[in-house]
């Protein structure tokens, strides 16, 4: 970063983003309604647990930066991102221990942790690293620092792990497999004002293959991160020539400086993964655990219009559900073709409801599949191979766009009457089928079915 853009990051904060008026000027996101105001009408909206309100100085904008334990926490239960109880790399299987029990219907405000800025590459130093973007050290979140300097659960190797840090399981009461959890966000208020967007080697869309060809479709030249600057043989990540890109928030935007002007774009809070235990592997560290593949259980399924007022629904495939979160991002475009979003810590509140088979209670679609649902639609989704690191990864986009379109024609045909055929051609007239995200290994895409229409 040039000095012109680590001082600019330094003024910004410096104004005090993040405290007076920050969630307040996020709140322009969401349609004038604001994340408190999505909080209050989801919690009105829906039965069971006790309410979330949107009183707490955080959830207004005029609260500090959200230190472990410190703010306004609605939920029912509150988790924190302890070291010794957060996986690095790798999300809960269906052997593992919860980290917390709650009832079904209840609510739990989860603080999560962003991977970047504590990655090897960056120096696993957070002090270090936001400090050399203008942040004061105690802008800098201690359980980052924590997790960064003293984690140890399962030994690292920036190489093979994923880099999310996972937060969780919690035992829903009452979940069973063959029931679906439904999730609904009732809250995500960042914790920092501040976010990093990173493109690493071999990585994202513009990646070079595993022997350094370009990929299908591009020249050499056109590979991102330029080729030239790939010191992965020096087997020590922070020589590696990664890109990190600093991005300060005010006014409810990410700025992000280039020569001597900036871009600006509008937050979008929301967890980039959220889950159950699906894969039953021996030890912490299986490759059918990695963080990085979205699966039937969800984890890292990227999809921007998950943030508040939304609801994911999730096959349960162990006792407990064992739900999890991590990836907190603070804006996404769909693709998040560089490698990652705007990743930035979030506060998260969610309401966990356990749905039986026969009740209504949920899109018969998500027995099986993963299934999502917001105020203006109805979201179908697709994933290009939804098992997990079984044999490697599947990453055709054309996979994953027809499992969206037979996802939606069975929610169509089961859930909303219609037969096959006008289903389908009402697809094509006017459903939206968006890429979801192609960095993965396991690549999505999911539908937008407007409610509207069904009106």
Known sequence: MTDSLAEHAAETIARGIGRRGFAQAVAGIFAGVGIAGTAAACSSATGGGSGVTPSSPAAQGNGPILQPGSGDRPGDHYLSSEVDQVLWGYVPTVESRPVLQMKSGQTVTVDTVSHEGILEDQGRNPVEYFGSHGVAEADVLRDAVD????????PRNFDVDGPHVVTGPIFVEGAQPGDVLRIETLEATPRVPYGVVSSRHG????????????????????????????????????????????????????VMPFGNAAVRFPL?????????????APGLTSPNANSIPPTLGGGNIDIGLLGPGSTFYLPVFADGALFYVGDPHLAMGDGEVALT????ALRGTFRLTVCKKGSGDAPSVAYGYPFAENADAWIPIGLSD??????GQGNDLNVAMRRAVVNALNFLQDDRGMDRPTAYAYLSAAANFSVSQVVDKTVGVHAQIPKAHFG
């Open 203 to 254: 990585k994202g869309a513009l990646g070079a293959t595993a022997d350094g060809a370009a990929p299908a479709g591009i020249a050499l030249e056109e590979v991102m991160p330029p080729l030239a600057t790939d010191g992965r043989k020096t087997k020590k990540p922070a020589e590696y020539g990664n890109v990190s890109t600093f991005t300060a928030v005010e006014d409810g935007h990410g």
């Open 341 to 344: 979003a705007m990743e930035g």
């Open 268 to 280: 979008r809070p929301f967890m980039g993964m959220m889950g159950v235990a699906y894969a039953s």
């Open 386 to 391: 939804p098992d997990g690191a079984v044999n």
């Open 147 to 154: 997790i960064a300097s003293g984690y140890d659960r399962t």
